[in-house]
């Protein structure tokens, strides 16, 4: 192509339909997102099976009240990856329990038991991603 003129743009035709929704399923603004409210807390869908088809995984953004605990847990079909975004908590996980802070990491390995109670002023901010699109959980 002559660029002489200026730069190259290609125009979309209309009616592309699923070209959009293909680009619509790929990015999403977390901030429209709705978290799912729990009493001891919140957690916002960023990736599921659900919502986005073709994915592999899912991928959350937790908040857990300060001095608050999710339910005892495990998930039967997938292992679960942790990393603190903010704040502390105790975690359990199988029979140990130890401290996590900002920039820790946990993989809690499928069918492993899991808590976390969030132990400051702050809420316990993680993001969670689990290895399939469709996380089972089974509460204890």
């Not at 997102?33 to 807390?41: A, C, T």
Request: glycine letters at 8%; proline letters at 8%; a neutral charge.
């Amino acid at each position: 192509p002559d660029f002489s003129e200026g730069p190259l743009y290609i125009k979309i035709p209309t009616g592309l339909s699923n070209l959009e929704n293909h680009l619509n399923s790929l990015y999403k603004r977390a901030s429209n997102l709705i978290p799912e409210q729990f009493d001891w807390g919140q957690i916002t869908w960023l990736v599921r099976g659900i919502t986005d088809p073709g994915t592999q995984q899912t991928v959350g953004l937790c908040h857990i009240n300060p001095g608050a605990s999710n339910p005892l847990h495990y998930h039967p079909n997938c292992e679960e990856v942790l990393y603190v975004i903010s704040g502390s908590c105790i975690k359990l996980v199988g029979d140990k329990s130890f401290a996590m802070k900002t920039g820790d990491v946990v993989r809690i390995p499928k069918g492993e038991k899991h808590r976390a109670t969030a132990n400051s002023n702050k809420p316990f901010i993680c993001l969670i991603t689990y290895d399939v699109p469709n996380r089972q959980i089974e509460l204890l």
